[in-house]
């Protein structure tokens, strides 16, 4: 055959047409997917809080959607100033009021967690709270440095120590690379206890900080070391961490149902020590120099055999564990789903470039990655929303913004400029 003239087999086919950018998005983003994240998201509301649901519906989704991809493009430092008089966006601020938009981002939700500890990530109490923990940056390749954890969700990559306030926002980190030698000024409590005093010495002392870290992390040793520098501290900790401290059995605490506990407190040094093992679904104990099982409340949980909600008794130190101890967590979580999104916009804008050079449009005339990201946010917004309902007249930018981005594709080159001439 003539060179140049081969069909090779699993080539990807030439574009007939190019697709307005929304188009391109939802061959990704699509139907199935919003429906799962409302679902989840409408019925984590109700187990929070059965009286107020959140009603979700996947219209309103994609103009939160398309809300976050407008933050991503105008870049402002607090979310709160998109509806804040003196830095107002109105793309942001029309769509969606900022309490329902703090409302959807708190129950925002792919996989059900019914039977599980609810925690509130957005949840701030002073004084400040910070959050130590691990975070894991995913790597397969070659590197000494990469760690295996088969229990993690990200099994492969970096492992980073971080510390967070209760808010997600970062203030210290330390990138694990195996045995460290602890620094002469500061205390040896353990290798897992020192990290926390590495990574707390920006924390101010005598101060009423108060510090939450998980089982890793925990021992009496560090608690009362960080006690004597005036940092307040709150940690899961393991029964062998636990030493001369005889607590009932994970057997016994079942036995006894659901919201059963007990209590010890012992002096070592000058600094009171708490530790509160409480069963819900199993068992956890909790190590705190500052709060122990009173006042104890009661919490809602999903009761899978009386297939109904019930209320089960809560100890003081479970509530303020949870409620602070989702920092790094949680926000993590919200910053992979607006990753994804992100990362789904750019893979749909290399699609379309793809389609753009396959039907011989210029370079010149393709949309740069800014512009196809905002009349994406645009079709996002406007999802679901009814033009004629506004009150007053509607402006004709607005209306032939939405005729653009729903039925035609992208302007060439010099039809832009011939538009923009005309409009001005």
């Known amino acids: 055959e003539t060179k140049g003239m081969c069909n090779w087999q699993g080539q990807l086919p030439k574009a007939d047409d190019i697709l307005p950018p929304l188009q391109y998005f939802r061959k990704f983003f699509s139907e199935d997917i919003l429906e799962v994240i409302v679902e989840e998201s409408n019925l984590y509301a109700i187990q929070w809080d059965p009286n107020k649901p959140l009603n979700l519906t996947t219209n309103e989704l994609e103009q939160f959607l398309g809300t976050v991809v407008y933050m991503s493009l105008f870049g402002l430092p607090a979310t709160s100033m998109f509806w804040n008089k003196a830095t107002r966006v109105s793309k942001v601020a029309d769509t969606m009021t900022l309490n329902r938009w703090e409302a959807i981002k708190k129950f925002l939700h792919i996989n059900n967690n019914e039977g599980q500890e609810q925690d509130d990530p957005l949840y701030k109490i002073h004084p400040l709270k910070l959050t130590i923990d691990e ?27 971080i ?66 520098q005036g940092i307040g501290c709150t940690g899961n900790v393991r029964g062998n961490r636990l030493p ?8 016994d605490l079942k036995r006894a149902g659901r919201g059963a506990f007990e209590e010890k407190i012992a002096m070592v040094r000058e600094t009171t020590l708490h530790v509160v093992k409480w069963y819900d679904n199993r068992s956890v104990t909790l190590l705190s120099d500052h709060i122990g099982a009173n006042p104890v409340t009661e919490v809602e949980r999903w009761g899978r055999k009386q297939k109904k909600h019930i209320t089960v008794q809560c100890p003081a130190v479970v509530q303020e564990y949870n409620k602070n101890m989702g920092g790094v967590v949680a926000k993590w979580y919200h910053r992979l789903v607006f990753h994804f999104l992100d990362m789904i916009i750019v893979t749909t804008w290399l699609l379309y470039r793809r389609d753009c050079e396959g039907t011989g449009m210029e370079k010149i005339d393709q949309m740069k990655l800014y512009t196809f990201k905002s009349y ?3 079709g996002l917004c406007m999802c679901g929303k009814n033009l004629e309902k506004k009150r007053g007249r509607p402006s004709q930018s607005i209306i032939r913004h939405y005729i653009q981005i729903s039925h035609i594709i ?12 005309m409009s001005t």
């Open 135 to 161: 975070q894991m940056v995913p790597f397969k390749g070659r590197n000494r440095l990469k760690q295996d954890l088969p229990s993690k969700p990200k099994k492969w990559g970096y492992k980073i120590l």
């Open 410 to 421: 992208p302007l060439s080159h010099s039809q832009r400029c011939k538009t923009t001439h």
């Open 163 to 228: 510390l967070t306030g209760s808010d997600g926002i970062p203030y210290n980190l330390e990138v694990y690379t195996g045995r460290v030698n602890q620094p002469p000024e500061l205390p040896d409590v353990g290798a897992s206890g020192n990290v926390v005093l590495r990574l707390a010495q920006p924390i101010p002392k005598e101060e009423n900080y108060k510090l939450f870290f998980d089982n890793w992390f925990t021992s009496v040793p560090l608690v009362v070391t960080l006690n004597e």
């Open 244 to 251: 001369g401290v005889n607590l009932k059995s994970d057997a």
């Open 376 to 378: 994406i946010a645009q």
